[in-house]
């Protein structure tokens, strides 16, 4: 079972002078994290220091579920954290979008078991 691909999009209006990567995590109703895919951008392709200002860079991950994730309400999380201590997450800009934690909540649903 699995939440699917996730495709998200990247934009930087300066330059990045560090490494970080992407997270996409899927928060249980307990609120701890049940799955979760994290890596650099792009298939490992695109390091985050070599992004131009302006540029929009693809990332893809499948998230697949715990085959006993248990029925309630999830969400779907992403954000960028540094590949080095104290691997701090960048924090996210005013969106319309709900967001906690440094992380953008991309997708809310409700897994239902018979």
């Known amino acids: 079972m699995g939440v699917g691909d996730v495709r998200t999009y990247w934009r930087t209006a300066q330059s990045l002078d560090a490494r970080y990567k992407i997270f996409v995590h899927v928060i249980g109703p307990d609120g701890a994290i049940v799955a979760q895919s994290d890596g650099y951008p792009a298939f490992d392709t695109r390091s985050t220091e070599t992004w131009s200002p302006g540029e929009v860079i693809v990332d893809e991950r499948a998230i697949p579920l715990p085959a006993d994730a248990r029925a309630g309400k999830y969400r779907v999380n992403v954000g960028l954290y540094a590949d080095v201590e104290p691997f701090?997450?960048?924090?996210?800009?005013?969106?319309?979008?709900?967001?906690?934690?440094?992380?953008?909540?991309?997708l809310e649903f409700t897994l239902e078991r018979q």
Do not use: F, K, N, W
């Open 88 to 106: 701090a997450r960048l924090p996210v800009a005013e969106t319309q979008l709900s967001h906690v934690d440094e992380a953008l909540t991309l």
